[in-house]
């Protein structure tokens, strides 16, 4: 059964053609009714396609002008833009697994929610190894600024009272008298000079402007 456009040859009588005009109705048959609904029903579901299957190519086919291909090639599904344009892979764009963030309250068709990572921020990392480790806290301390020593003109205006003493006798041409001696006397020293540092810890509770993403795999 193989379709032959050559038959019924033009001279042949009509009466010893119907073979051949059957062999060339069954083998349009078996085409048709290869990802078609055929016959089906007339006005109805009637040529439909039940399946679509593209035979490899074996490389990017050219498409004309005004015309876009969708085709396969190596086993993988293409789409060619008019004229030979831009060739897109589109089998399984994103392979199954793939993890991905995403800005909405559920997963999107074709992806899982997993939930995982909870109130945490991402870091891009150098080292591709070091992909999907995590680390870290919240909690800030151990932080210091740097030591700092007071001025004289830092510090808070005071003052510092002195004790005084008297004593001891002086005699003069008109005799004896009592005299009066003074002398100051400085507080004594204390204090090392020595700088001071102000420590510094941050709770767990802080957080910077945020918005909520979800991670999903692919399915």
């Excluded at 032959?4 to 033009?10: F, I, N, S, V, Y």
């Excluded at 806290?137 to 005071?158: K, N, R, Y």
């Amino acid at each position: 059964m193989t379709w032959d456009a050559a038959k019924p040859a033009g001279s042949q009588k009509i009466r010893l053609s119907d073979e051949e005009i059957r062999a060339n109705w069954a083998a349009l048959e078996d085409a048709l009714a290869r990802n078609h609904n055929f016959a089906g029903t007339l006005g109805g579901d009637a040529g439909e396609h039940t399946v679509v299957e593209l035979q490899d190519q074996a490389g990017n086919p050219a498409t004309p002008a005004s015309v876009i291909g969708l085709y396969n090639n190596a086993d993988k599904l293409y789409f060619r833009l008019a004229s030979s344009g831009t060739v897109t892979e589109i089998t399984q764009a994103i392979p199954s697994g793939t993890k991905m963030l995403f800005v909405q309250n559920s997963a999107p068709t074709g992806w899982t929610f997993v939930s995982e990572n909870n109130d945490t921020v991402f870091i891009n990392q150098s080292t591709e190894g070091n992909g999907a480790t995590t680390g870290g806290s919240w909690t800030i301390s151990g932080v210091s600024v740097d030591g700092h020593t007071l001025t004289t003109s830092e510090m808070p205006a005071h003052t510092h009272t002195g004790s005084f003493s008297s004593s001891g006798s002086e005699t003069g041409q008109g005799g004896s008298g009592a005299s009066v001696k003074t002398s100051a006397h400085t507080t004594s020293s204390t204090g090392g000079g020595g700088s001071h540092t102000h420590n510094m810890t941050l709770g767990s509770s802080w957080r910077p402007a945020w918005v909520g993403v979800i991670s999903c795999t692919k399915d």
